[in-house]
């Protein structure tokens, strides 16, 4: 998968469908050749020309007129001596110099793949990954980097991140610390980003790249809602179904940035990592700094094969295996039924109607713990409200496992209220400046996690109630973002590593809670999908994918998520009509059948429905459990987008492509429905199969060449398609 040749100073990595072939030039510096498709093993140093005479300088190091680093695709971009592009990293030195040149000093090529600790990264257990670790120095500070790119088997994901090493005897500051870069050739290029805001997350946006500067980024201590850690590179060609593009997904939660520059030559650069607004990390003499991983992927068949080489590589490197492929529970949570008011016999009554209807666990949402009636106070008080729940958590536990169910808990384990006993004995563990005054977002503060005697002590406590009680299932939620970014306990030249500090705090308590609970299964949470990112994914196999559960947003916002992340991430809920967060009614088929499309589940009173809904819940309980494994592990294509049409549609496809589930919405209805077709894809063209709906057999070809007649709908009506070879 890396070799290496060393007449020609050429490294050559090979994924599934992709070559990436960089160099070492005659000046020592590291050049990108070739990121695309396959190529054999040519020696591609013919690409190198770099005899434009152009208005860019001339290093100290080479000074020969026309070569200029401004003009070389670099694999880690330096500041202050002639390249004018974005640099990936500045280096200040004690004088505050930040001029530095990357050098080539040596590699390795070894088998697996790096383990960064609590750091999520990608998973190496599964065998087939060799690592290329690349030790760059800067000529300059003599900082040390080295460039670390692991190739899977069979995937066309390439992982990057960087490692700095202060070889030096004094001290160095990173005032900027990206994970990877690279530089496409000129070509026409698009830019996809998956943005939104709260209840509404992941709207695909696409527009041409020109000259100058996108960069999408989050300075908000979590990855929000605002922007994903993810970017898409189209290239003109690309649709959904063919052509070829690029993906740039961070394997972080915090504040980060993602940036593409044109250059004056048309070149795109494209980097990321770390936000590095406000961000300086101070490295004493033999310290070291672990950026976080990207995901870099390559796609030659269109945005759906780019999307299908992410959903197999968060599956098979990313998520912990122990939950991968295991059938997730479907679950009620009392959220939207109840909120915060009520007691024991309330939820008892959801769990009764739940277990008759085949639904798994329970999950008891917010305000069980402290003194919460309302959002003003008790956060960071994870002690059972026994005033509230006569009999304690005990009195619902065992009325689920009396009925067959499990039981599932919130928490919110980096958050503090003011009005909470954590906060009056220790006014000093919130986030911020207390002279300041403290911005304050849903009544709550945010716990200082750059600490780690605070980790210690929240782990103490949520340590404590899931050693206590029979729980298979926490949803673990972040329901603000950190404005203040400062740290009572960091001195005054570390306060620029508050929010990566912040963020491995929370790792590390993820990491600790995972490992002591291995049977739990984690979602991750925060005010809905703000901070559903891979890094969450390494540690909580599903992730609550936004609060608006209504039948026509969630096709949006499910449609935007599942371009850079698997179904099986996405946790989704049939809630009531009309929808709590938008007021609009759909049918009880339409939030179902869109609820089918992830790991399932209900927010809803079941208590206060009518028999006839009780039935429809229980019979869309059966047939999620046929397709269930088909979500879990199928490849998605996405067949009708409902930003650009009328229609919602996607199918999943089995890998053996024996069977197929699709799911459409029509948005508003049609009278000519009928006149048109989707067309099917992914499955064996020579083989026959059934439309169980339609009561049609046909072969893998027609289906997928001549289509199907669409349903006639109501506004918002949705239709399924069993699809089984036979
Ligand atoms: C967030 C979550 C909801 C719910 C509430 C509880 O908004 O997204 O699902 O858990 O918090 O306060």
Known sequence: MIAFDAKTNLFHLRGASYSYVMFVNEWGYLQCLHYGGRVGGDNLTYLKQIDFKSFSPTPPDILIEGVSLDLIPSEYASFGQSDFRAPSAVIEQADGARMSRFRYCSHEIEEGAPDWGALPHARAEKGGAQTLSVRLKDAVSGMEIVLHYTVFEHSDVLVRNAEFYNGTNGKLYLNKAFSFCFDLPADDY???RLAGRHQLERMPECTPLAHGTIRLSSERGASSHQMNPFMGLLKKDCTEHGGECYGAALCYSGSFALTAEVSQSDTVRVQGGICEEGFRWSLSAGERFVTPQAFLAYSDRGL?????AYADFYRERVISPAFAYKRRPIVVNNWEATYFDFDVEKLNAIVDEGAKIGIDTFVLDDGWFGIRNDPTSGLGDWSVNEEKLKGGLNAVISHCKEKGMQFGLWFEPEMISKNSELFRSHPDWA????????????????LDFSRPEIVEAIYKQVSDILSAYDISYVKWDMNRHITEQFSAALPADRQGEFTHRFIMGVYTLADRLTRAFPN???EGCSGGGGRFDAGMLYYFPQIWTSDNTDGYDRVKIQYGTSIAYPLSAMSCHVSVCPNHQTKRTVSLKTRGDVASLGATGYELDLSKLRAEEKEEMRLQIKAYRRV??????????RLSDPFHSNYFCVQIV???RSE?????EEILTNSDDNLRRIRLQGLDGAADYTVEELGITLKGDTLMRAGCILPHLSDFGTWVWHIRKV
């Not at 759906?304 to 299908?308: C, E, F, P, Q, V």
């Not at 986030?431 to 945010?446: D, F, I, M, N, T």
């Not at 197929?660 to 459409?664: H, I, N, S």
């Open 190 to 192: 698009s830019l996809l």
């Open 304 to 308: 759906g094969g780019m999307s299908r």
């Open 431 to 446: 986030v911020g400046k207390v002279s300041a005054g403290y911005c304050e977002s849903r009544h709550q503060l945010v």
């Open 520 to 522: 739990v299964l984690f």
């Open 628 to 637: 269930s494994r088909l979500i879990l592990e199928g490849d998605l294509y």
């Open 654 to 656: 089995a890998k053996d």
């Open 660 to 664: 197929a589930y699709v799911v459409g």
